[in-house]
């Protein structure tokens, strides 16, 4: 069958936006009539006169012989038949002689009609009316044809439905190859001569023109033009996109503008090409809308209108897909900022989740991997020399290779000595040069990053590429930025326990060492720091002989902790063990101790100091103790039984005046019997509610545990500890705890 070639275009009913686009949305509402004018014209009414059932051609108006064909066949006297043979074979003869026959009119709409022969057959729709025209006698003489062309209605409703289709598809944010496809498809099958659609995108800058939709040109011409650069003289559509401005050439073969694609487009059979550039809103380039034809050939007003149309929907599905595209993108760099974020603080939170340096280092391989890469090791500098300190890998075979692998530090061609050196990162697109299980761990590129602190780099973060991976800018300053904190994490580490070792060696030197053996008694202390033990604590204890047979004990709580604690501490001991020896008593040594903290300079602190102070003597049924409390939580005195009693014994506060209210206190304890002395950490510590664990809960402990013979002293330490954590259900302690226990023994027998 012989495909009919389309008419014009009747009138679209399309917004003026969409119209507007590419021919400048300046000229506005006029604009866009103009275009829907010139697609669409005014209806058009036919009228003819036929006489005789020969339906003879007596009179027609211009509209109906342009209608039927027009030029040679504008002619009266002749029969409809054989004026135009081609409605007899499409049923209307038939029509008009029912109408001469019966004289009753027919009326019909939308009729289709195929009119012409050979090049100027065209497809036509009227709606009509026949009716009989009578003489004075009532008798039919002929039929009267009265009707009105509807073919550019019915083309301009397909047209508006196709056109709302588009748009819909770009409301629903269609994928916008598939939006312009579809309006390539949509202007080919409805343009009236043969017509092959093109629509370029122009790349971000407006200098290069790219591939968009082109379903009828051949695949080599897209792939030819896929590029191509905006300027004068490239083509149709690279002078169009470089003018702002529609240029169109009527015929390839003799247009200067195609002398580089000449040959292209006689390849692809294309003669003509009139190109639309497809404008945004503030004038920018977005893309052209090209339409090409087989023979050269000029465009009429209404084809140019048709590109102007299209081209506006194409600019109105750009600038949708550009701001969709660009919302997404904005999401996703939004969404990477928080992942970036989310990682780092994570990662962070496990560096700094202890203060052990070792941990750290092995929590920030495993923080890497796989987020930053494959493959990861730390190595520091330890001894003058580089070690390898974490690693972190899919597999423990793989793990197990990359720990077994030394960096050799005096290397010229090892990535760790360099960045140790220069303390600058390293990234490179190929295993590390030097030795190495890379090899056997399929490694293809690496980054080096140095760990620093105070300016000095001390270690390194070397990560492993394995397969497609590779390190891109954002990878590179994300693991700069995770080696930063590493760098001050790995530092507030070593701080940490640089000065616990100090606290714990200057507590350890204000401590008893070891307890000494003690005739006739059983010695066991407690101490507990509070916190992380980074601060000196204020209390303590000691136990040391006297020349004539008697041991003197102490227990006390210096006001404060740290430096100046450890100064009244130290000053509280020493001063107590150089009087003693000569000194008649407890009471005069209580009394020498406040007068060296009254006489303290002030840059050695100024706090109080609460003290437990005795002497001992053994004796074959027990011990004797002579005691001075000054101000401190009241020693207990466990008996056998079990019982437990607070010691009564009174006495004021050290270091706040001259002449402290004390007095000596007297008890003898028997075989098996103790003396309990402690802090206030230990009655004050405080359970997840806050309540304390008060006196009597440490008198119930003590009661309550099962005095057996030779327990001794660390026994009653063990019931006190065990109640206190129990109590506190593990939670950190807010003060020191101190705890000093003295056990009579059994006299050893005779013999």
Not at 109 to 128: N, W
Not at 144 to 170: D, M
Not at 561 to 570: E, F, K, N, V, Y
């Amino acid at each position: 069958m012989t495909r009919l070639p389309k008419p014009q275009r009747g009138r679209l009913v399309v917004g003026a936006g969409a119209c507007g686009t590419a021919g400048g949305r300046a000229q506005g509402d006029r604009g866009a009539e103009d275009d829907l004018r010139a697609l669409f014209g005014q209806s058009t009414a036919v009228f003819a006169s036929l006489a005789g059932p020969a339906h003879m051609v007596e009179t027609a108006n211009a509209a109906f012989f342009s209608a039927v064909g027009g030029g040679e066949h504008i002619r009266t006297g002749v029969p409809l038949g054989q004026l135009m043979p081609e409605p007899a074979a499409q049923g209307f003869i038939a029509l008009l002689d029912r109408v001469y026959r019966t004289g009753k009119p027919h009326t019909a709409r939308d009729v289709r009609a195929v009119l012409g022969r050979g090049e100027t057959v065209r497809e036509a729709f009227f709606d009509f009316s026949y009716e009989p025209r009578l003489d004075t006698g009532g008798n039919v003489m002929g039929v009267r044809v009265i009707g009105v062309e509807t073919t550019q209605v019915k083309h301009a409703q397909r047209l508006t439905a196709e056109h709302r289709a588009l748009l819909e598809q770009i409301a629903r944010q269609a994928p916008l190859l598939d939006v312009l496809d579809g309006m390539a498809h949509v202007i080919e099958d409805l343009a009236p001569e043969e017509v092959l659609v093109s629509v370029l995108l122009a790349d971000a800058d407006g200098r290069h023109l790219r591939h968009g939709a082109a379903p009828s040109l051949p695949d080599f011409y897209n792939q030819a033009i896929d590029g191509i650069a905006t300027g004068e003289g490239v083509g149709s559509c690279g002078t169009a996109a470089h003018r702002r401005q529609p240029v169109i050439v009527t015929d390839i073969a003799t247009d200067p503008f195609w002398d580089d694609f000449r040959d292209l487009a006689d390849h692809a059979g294309v003669a003509a090409c009139w190109s639309t550039p497809i404008l945004a809103r503030d004038g920018s380039l977005l893309g052209t809308f090209a339409m090409y034809h087989r023979v050269p050939r000029a465009p009429q007003e209404a084809d140019l209108a048709l590109a102007r149309v299209f081209a506006g929907t194409a600019a109105l599905a750009i600038e949708r897909d550009t701001a969709e595209r660009a919302r997404l993108a904005a999401e996703a760099r939004e969404k990477a900022a928080r992942d970036d974020l989310s990682f780092l603080l994570d990662a962070s939170a496990a560096l700094t989740s202890d203060l052990d340096a070792g941990q750290s280092l092995q929590r920030l391989a495993a923080s890497c991997v796989p987020k930053l890469a494959p493959l990861c090791a730390v190595d520091i500098i330890r001894g003058g020399r580089v070690c390898r300190v974490a690693t972190a890998a899919p597999t423990e075979e793989q793990q197990a290779l990359l720990a077994s692998h030394i960096p050799v530090y005096d290397a010229d061609d090892d990535a760790v000595s360099r960045v140790l050196a220069s303390g600058t990162s390293e990234v490179a697109r190929r295993a590390p040069t030097g030795p190495g299980p890379w090899h056997d761990l399929g490694v293809t590129g690496y980054l080096c990053v140095p760990l620093m602190d105070r300016g000095s780099a001390f270690g390194t973060v070397t990560l492993l590429s394995t397969g497609e991976h590779t390190f891109d800018g954002h990878t590179v300053a994300l693991a700069e930025e995770l080696a930063r904190r590493a760098g001050s994490a790995a530092h507030n580490a070593r701080q940490y326990a640089h000065r616990a070792t100090l606290a714990r060696d200057l507590q350890a030197g204000l401590l008893l060492p070891d307890l000494p053996a003690v005739p006739g008694t059983d010695v066991a202390t407690y101490y507990h720091p509070a916190g992380e033990g980074l601060d000196i604590g204020g209390d303590f204890y000691d136990v040391f002989p006297l020349d004539d047979g008697r041991w003197a004990f102490l227990l006390g709580d210096v006001c404060g902790r740290g430096a100046m604690a450890a100064t009244t501490t130290a000053l509280v001991r020493h001063t107590a063990r150089a009087v003693a020896p000569f000194l008649p008593g407890p009471e005069d040594v209580v009394k020498a101790v406040n007068r060296a903290l009254t006489n303290r300079p002030d840059s050695h602190g100024g706090g109080f100091v609460t003290l437990v102070y005795g002497q001992l003597t053994p004796s074959q049924d027990g011990l004797d103790i002579e005691l001075v409390r000054a101000g401190h939580t009241l020693p207990l005195h466990l008996g056998e039984g079990p019982t437990a009693r607070v010691v009564e014994a009174q006495g004021s506060l050290l270091g706040i005046s001259a002449n402290p209210d004390v007095s000596p206190h007297h008890l003898r304890l028997r075989p098996h019997e103790s003396l309990l002395l402690y802090t206030d950490g230990i009655t004050e510590a405080r359970d997840a509610d806050g309540e304390q664990f008060g006196e009597q809960r440490l008198i119930d402990a003590l009661v309550g545990a099962s005095h057996e013979v030779g327990a001794g002293a660390g026994h009653v330490i063990d019931a006190v500890t065990s109640a206190v954590r129990t109590f506190t259900g593990g939670h950190d302690i807010d003060d020191d705890q101190a705890v000093l226990v003295l056990t009579a023994t059994a006299p050893r027998s005779r013999g």
